[in-house]
Nanobody, 127 residues
Framework: QVKVVESGGGLVQAGDSLRLSCAAS????????MGWFRQAPGKEREFVAA????????RYADSVAGRFTISRDNVKNTVYLQMNSLKPEDTAVYYC????????????????????WGQGTQVTVSS
């Protein structure tokens, strides 16, 4: 079992930055691959970013590439999502997800690939 808890959401203006954190517990964090997803009202949950258990191989959705950065600290058992140049269309509930990773460099971008999910944190970007 892996428990993940997101934090860091809030209300910001377009162009601002925000950093989300996701604290994980329950399993050796270095064996867990992590991902960030988001869900806007009336839309399906979508992939945002993912990182391998080793911290490499970051992947991003096209809509956030160049603006968002995913990283992890395997000492603090935490994964981060640094969001810069935020746009109103980034408004959503952001979810952290985890899965046990059999391969150190593998990342997953589908919601069905993750077994453990947080409750989400709201990010609202005003224009």
């Amino acid at each position: 079992q892996v428990k993940v808890v997101e934090s860091g959401g809030g209300l910001v203006q377009a162009g601002d930055s925000l950093r989300l954190s996701c604290a994980a517990s329950g399993r050796t964090f270095s064996l867990v691959a992590m991902g960030w997803f988001r869900q806007a009202p009336g839309k399906e949950r979508e992939f945002v970013a993912a990182i391998s258990r080793s911290g490499g191989s970051p992947r991003y959705a096209d809509s956030v590439a160049g603006r968002f950065t995913i990283s992890r600290d395997n000492v603090k058992n935490t994964v981060y999502l640094q969001m810069n140049s935020l746009k109103p269309e980034d408004t959503a509930v952001y979810y952290c997800a985890a899965r046990i990773a059999e391969i150190g460099t593998a990342v997953w971008i589908r919601t069905g690939s993750y077994s453990y999910w947080g409750q989400g944190t709201q990010v609202t970007v005003s224009s």
